[in-house]
């Protein structure tokens, strides 16, 4: 782990070495709980819960929030938006944003950029099923956020059918607003990965998972069933 | 199977890949046997939403199917419920490359029935959006097209002069994309001061960037690889498929609705239509490349040209009035009030008016009953007529050189499903 990089960084040195210390008889500093009382596996284990584990997620956060993998999926007006934050102005590069992947098992964020038909909605929700955890969903532009300035029969905002964690506002927005809200979502991110809002609207445990020998969740939503292609 | 369904949906629900695998698994058969894929509407390379089945032997492309509708907005429905000029943001929106000129072909087939006469400053001011706006497209088409074939360095140039485009559009509207500058019977806004000495220093510097585009691609060995000779078609078969723009001047037909039926007063500027000569996906590259520099000439002339004058017409009936009038004149107080509310009303009648877009003819056909909304407006775009050719072009060849036809096409799905 680079120690120095991150403010809890450097905090989890000292304790990792403070924890081996106390295991021979020595003493936890700046430890508000009082692991004075516990001895021998329970002290170990309570110093790799307590300590050595929270700071992990955190320099795990702090790693994830720092490359997220877009995936390339583009809709409409606003995905030409999208394609130049990665051009030379707005170079989201900066920030370690770049690479787009083309298949949403390789992708870990997907920005809705454009308007969401109905005919649309049942594919963008497989695409975001088929990404692995941690994922993460920005809406882009009014369409896909309110339907925009259509607001008609053809169209579905995308908090009906799937889970968004930043909506981006604007028809279509600038691509420093588009940034703005990449960057919102990398403190969420950063700040609490477990402070609950993902669990809020239901975005934990959406992964399509396979049927058949050896998968057990047979009964599981979201499994594509033999040679059904609708939707494909 | 459902019965309640469609034709349309229990044909497209009918596909099954399951078959197909199997008998894949037979090694005799393999060669001989066809095999479709699905392809979209999510994929880096459709360009957008679009779907296609293709049917493959080995790799040799036999039969393709596109499906659509995967954006479908229901922008000309939606235009039937809005006054006219509350129709031009809609519109805007389904080419979303192309807005300017989607305004001006509803704008201008509004204008005829209404039969207001445009100031000739907005019709020059029209010539230099909707110039540079072709520009843009281009570079869109240009660097997503390069990134298809693996060059993705050339991304990066064309999305820095796009930015530049962008900015001037910024400059004059207040926005980048969907501008809504174009009024009916004029421009919203004069351009502002210091617009034109951007504009003159864009177009000094643009064919140099051109020229560079040029040299990075039009003697590359794999450029020349993927596009000469490859799923070329005639002028003729286009011509029956209806394929306009670029796509036909490729292959040799000098059609061009700038020169062959002007509007917004193409007369009076000088410039050449660019064609190919055997219709391959080279001169497809080639042709756009050699427009990019015709528009830029087109806008410098119009830039020097640029008569003095009002920017729109002076019709109350169709312009809002300047604001300075509403706080002395009880009359444009009165005809602000109706055209904000109401809006205008148009003589009944019907009107298809097309214009050269940078894709081909987008036409656009409005029909008028008298009230201040229209009865019907629909849009003539040229993607959805191109598509069709796809399948004739590229069967029988590669599916590699599918994916570069497909880009040499250039589709825009917001135009074909709108």
């Not at chain 1, 369409?143 to 506002?169: E, R, T």
């Not at chain 2, 039969?63 to 419920?81: C, L, Q, R």
């Not at chain 2, 009916?184 to 140099?208: C, N, S, W, Y």
């Not at chain 2, 000469?228 to 059609?255: H, I, K, M, Q, S």
Request: proline share 6%.
């Amino acid at each position: 782990m680079e120690v120095r990089r991150t403010p809890t960084g450097h905090e989890s040195l000292i304790h990792r070495r403070s924890a081996s210390e106390l295991l021979r008889g020595g003493d936890i500093n700046g430890l508000t709980v009082p692991a004075q009382e516990l001895t021998g596996e329970e002290l170990e284990r309570h110093v790799a819960e307590r300590v050595l584990t929270t700071t992990l997620e955190k320099a795990v956060a702090w790693a994830r929030s720092n490359s997220f993998f877009p995936a390339t999926f583009g809709l409409a007006c606003c995905a030409i938006e999208m394609m130049s934050i990665v051009a030379a102005r707005v170079d989201v590069a900066r920030f370690g944003f770049e690479a787009f992947r083309a298949s949403p098992r390789q992708a870990d964020l997907l920005i809705l950029s454009g308007r969401v038909s109905i005919k649309m909605a049942p594919v963008i929700r497989r695409i975001y099923d088929q990404m692995l955890e941690p994922k993460w969903a920005i809406s882009m532009g009014a369409c896909c956020s309110s339907m925009g300035v259509f607001n008609n029969y053809a169209l579905v905002p995308a908090d009906k059918f799937m889970p968004i964690d930043v909506h981006v506002p604007g028809c279509p927005p600038r691509p420093e607003a588009l940034m703005h809200g990449v960057l919102k979502l990398r403190k969420m991110v950063q700040d609490d990965p477990d402070a609950g809002w993902r669990e809020r609207y239901g975005a934990i445990g959406t992964e399509e998972v396979l049927t058949g020998e050896g998968y057990a969740q047979d009964t599981a939503v979201n499994v594509p069933r033999g040679s059904d292609t609708t939707g494909a | 199977m459902n019965s309640n369904l469609s034709d349309y949906r229990r044909r497209e629900q009918s596909i099954t890949m399951a078959p197909l695998q199997e008998q894949l698994s037979d090694v005799e058969t393999v060669g001989q046997e066809l095999f479709t894929i699905n392809f979209g509407p999510h994929h880096p390379a459709t360009h957008g939403v679009l779907r296609l089945l293709v049917t493959l032997e080995g790799e040799v492309v036999r039969d393709i199917k596109p499906i659509i509708g995967y954006v479908h907005t229901g922008i000309e429905k939606t235009a039937e419920d809005k006054a006219y000029w509350k129709v031009i943001p809609v519109i805007e929106r389904m080419d979303y490359l192309s807005y300017y000129f989607n305004s001006m072909a509803f704008i201008g087939a509004v204008e005829t029935l209404l039969e207001v006469e445009v100031p000739k400053r907005a019709q020059y001011l029209r010539v230099i959006h909707m110039e540079l706006n072709r520009i843009m497209s281009h570079l869109v088409w240009l660097g997503t097209s390069a990134l298809d074939l693996g060059a993705i360095s050339m991304f990066w140039y064309c999305f820095r002069e796009r930015e530049r485009i962008l900015d001037l559009f910024e400059f004059s509207s207040g926005q980048r994309m969907h501008t809504r500058y174009f009024q009916i019977g004029g421009v919203i806004e004069d351009i502002p001061t210091g617009f034109a000495e951007k504009l003159r220093a864009f177009v000094e510097e643009m064919p140099t960037r051109i020229d560079q585009y040029g040299a990075l691609l039009s003697r590359n060995e794999i450029v020349l690889q993927r596009l000469r000779g490859t799923c070329p078609l005639n002028a003729e078969t286009l011509l029956t498929l209806g394929v306009t723009g670029p796509l036909l001047r490729a292959a040799g037909n000098p059609w061009d609705l700038r020169k062959a039926a002007p509007y917004s007063s193409y007369e009076d500027f000088d410039f050449k239509i660019p064609i190919g000569t055997v219709g391959d996906n080279y001169d497809r590259y080639a042709v756009r490349r050699a427009e990019m520099y015709e528009s830029v000439k087109i806008i410098g002339q119009a830039l020097e040209g640029l008569p003095e004058g009002p920017h729109i017409t002076s019709d109350r009936k169709v312009a809002l009035p300047p604001r300075h009038e509403l706080a002395t004149s009880m009359e444009a107080l009165i005809h602000h009030f109706k055209l904000v509310t109401e809006g205008m009303r148009v003589p009944p009648g019907e009107i298809y008016y097309p214009i050269e877009g940078p894709r081909g003819e987008l036409g656009c056909f409005v029909r008028s009953d008298g009230s201040s909304k229209p009865a019907r407006v629909h849009m003539r775009d040229p993607s959805f007529v191109n598509l069709q050719a796809l399948a004739h072009m590229a069967e029988g060849s590669y599916i590699a050189d599918l994916i570069a036809t497909l880009a040499m096409l250039d589709p825009i799905l917001g135009g074909i499903d709108r």
